[in-house]
Protein backbone atom coordinates (compact mmCIF):
# COMPACT_ATOMS: atom_id res chain seq x y z
CA UNK A 1 0.00 0.00 0.00
CA UNK A 2 1.12 3.40 -1.02
CA UNK A 3 -0.77 7.15 -0.49
CA UNK A 4 1.12 9.60 -1.53
CA UNK A 5 -0.11 12.90 -0.41
CA UNK A 6 0.13 16.70 -2.01
CA UNK A 7 -1.14 19.98 -1.90
CA UNK A 8 -0.50 21.45 1.29
CA UNK A 9 0.54 24.50 2.23
CA UNK A 10 -0.16 28.10 3.91
CA UNK A 11 -3.09 30.07 3.65
CA UNK A 12 -5.08 32.93 5.14
CA UNK A 13 -8.25 32.38 7.31
CA UNK A 14 -11.31 31.88 4.78
CA UNK A 15 -8.82 30.70 1.85
CA UNK A 16 -9.01 27.68 0.56
CA UNK A 17 -6.88 24.63 -0.27
CA UNK A 18 -7.28 21.14 -2.48
CA UNK A 19 -5.31 18.48 -1.31
CA UNK A 20 -4.25 15.27 -3.55
CA UNK A 21 -3.56 11.66 -2.73
CA UNK A 22 -2.11 9.08 -5.16
CA UNK A 23 -2.68 5.50 -4.30
CA UNK A 24 -1.14 2.57 -5.72
CA UNK A 25 -0.62 -1.11 -4.33
CA UNK A 26 -4.13 -2.13 -3.29
CA UNK A 27 -7.51 -2.33 -4.93
CA UNK A 28 -8.44 1.23 -4.96
CA UNK A 29 -12.00 1.22 -6.83
CA UNK A 30 -12.96 -1.20 -4.41
CA UNK A 31 -11.47 0.39 -0.85
CA UNK A 32 -13.14 3.17 1.01
CA UNK A 33 -10.41 6.03 1.30
CA UNK A 34 -10.66 8.73 3.89
CA UNK A 35 -8.60 11.91 5.17
CA UNK A 36 -7.53 12.61 8.82
CA UNK A 37 -6.07 15.07 10.49
CA UNK A 38 -3.75 15.35 13.74
CA UNK A 39 -3.38 18.84 15.15
CA UNK A 40 -0.30 19.89 17.53
CA UNK A 41 -0.79 18.18 20.81
CA UNK A 42 -3.99 16.13 19.73
CA UNK A 43 -4.71 12.89 18.44
CA UNK A 44 -5.65 11.73 14.90
CA UNK A 45 -8.87 12.98 13.58
CA UNK A 46 -11.35 11.73 11.36
CA UNK A 47 -12.04 14.43 8.40
CA UNK A 48 -14.34 12.68 5.42
CA UNK A 49 -14.51 9.25 3.85
CA UNK A 50 -15.54 8.21 0.21
CA UNK A 51 -17.14 4.57 -1.05
CA UNK A 52 -15.83 3.17 -4.02
CA UNK A 53 -19.45 4.47 -5.60
CA UNK A 54 -18.84 8.02 -4.47
CA UNK A 55 -20.76 7.91 -1.27
CA UNK A 56 -19.24 10.42 1.09
CA UNK A 57 -19.65 11.44 4.48
CA UNK A 58 -17.89 13.85 6.31
CA UNK A 59 -17.56 14.78 10.10
CA UNK A 60 -19.95 17.56 11.65
CA UNK A 61 -17.11 20.37 12.24
CA UNK A 62 -16.29 19.96 8.30
CA UNK A 63 -19.87 19.89 6.62
CA UNK A 64 -20.10 22.11 4.25
CA UNK A 65 -16.84 23.35 4.61
CA UNK A 66 -15.07 20.33 3.05
CA UNK A 67 -15.42 18.31 -0.36
CA UNK A 68 -13.98 14.79 -0.78
CA UNK A 69 -14.07 13.06 -3.78
CA UNK A 70 -11.73 10.59 -5.78
CA UNK A 71 -11.05 9.61 -9.40
CA UNK A 72 -10.99 5.91 -9.56
CA UNK A 73 -9.50 5.78 -13.44
CA UNK A 74 -6.41 7.53 -11.67
CA UNK A 75 -6.54 6.13 -8.51
CA UNK A 76 -6.95 9.79 -6.39
CA UNK A 77 -8.81 10.77 -3.72
CA UNK A 78 -8.85 14.81 -3.14
CA UNK A 79 -9.87 17.16 -0.01
CA UNK A 80 -11.44 20.27 -1.64
CA UNK A 81 -11.15 22.86 2.29
CA UNK A 82 -12.79 25.95 1.73
CA UNK A 83 -13.43 28.40 4.43
CA UNK A 84 -10.52 27.35 6.55
CA UNK A 85 -10.36 28.23 10.06
CA UNK A 86 -7.07 28.41 12.30
CA UNK A 87 -8.26 25.65 14.00
CA UNK A 88 -8.19 23.86 10.74
CA UNK A 89 -4.30 23.53 10.91
CA UNK A 90 -2.82 20.07 11.18
CA UNK A 91 -0.97 17.73 9.31
CA UNK A 92 -3.58 16.09 6.88
CA UNK A 93 -3.60 12.23 6.19
CA UNK A 94 -5.01 10.35 3.22
CA UNK A 95 -5.93 6.42 4.51
CA UNK A 96 -7.62 3.64 3.82
CA UNK A 97 -10.92 3.83 5.42
CA UNK A 98 -11.14 0.74 7.49
CA UNK A 99 -14.61 2.35 10.09
CA UNK A 100 -14.60 -0.70 12.20
CA UNK A 101 -11.05 0.05 13.14
CA UNK A 102 -9.45 2.49 14.91
CA UNK A 103 -8.51 6.00 13.24
CA UNK A 104 -4.72 5.58 13.97
CA UNK A 105 -4.64 1.93 12.74
CA UNK A 106 -5.51 2.87 9.34
CA UNK A 107 -2.74 2.28 6.64
CA UNK A 108 -2.36 6.20 5.82
CA UNK A 109 0.16 8.04 4.00
CA UNK A 110 2.93 10.20 5.37
CA UNK A 111 0.68 13.31 5.42
CA UNK A 112 1.00 17.03 4.37
CA UNK A 113 0.49 20.50 6.27
CA UNK A 114 -1.88 22.41 6.48
CA UNK A 115 -1.81 25.96 7.97
CA UNK A 116 -3.93 28.38 8.35
CA UNK A 117 -3.02 31.64 9.48
CA UNK A 118 -3.26 35.44 8.80
Do not use: H
Not at 5 to 15: D, F, I, W
Not at 21 to 41: E, H, K, T, V
Not at 64 to 91: C, H, W, Y
Request: charged letters at 15%.
Amino acid sequence: VQLVESGGGVVQPGGSLRLSCAASGFAFSNSAMSWARQAPGSGLEWVAGIYGDGRSSYADSMKGRFTISRDNAKNTVSLQMNSLKPEDTAVYYCAIWVRLLPTKTWPRGQGTQVTVSS
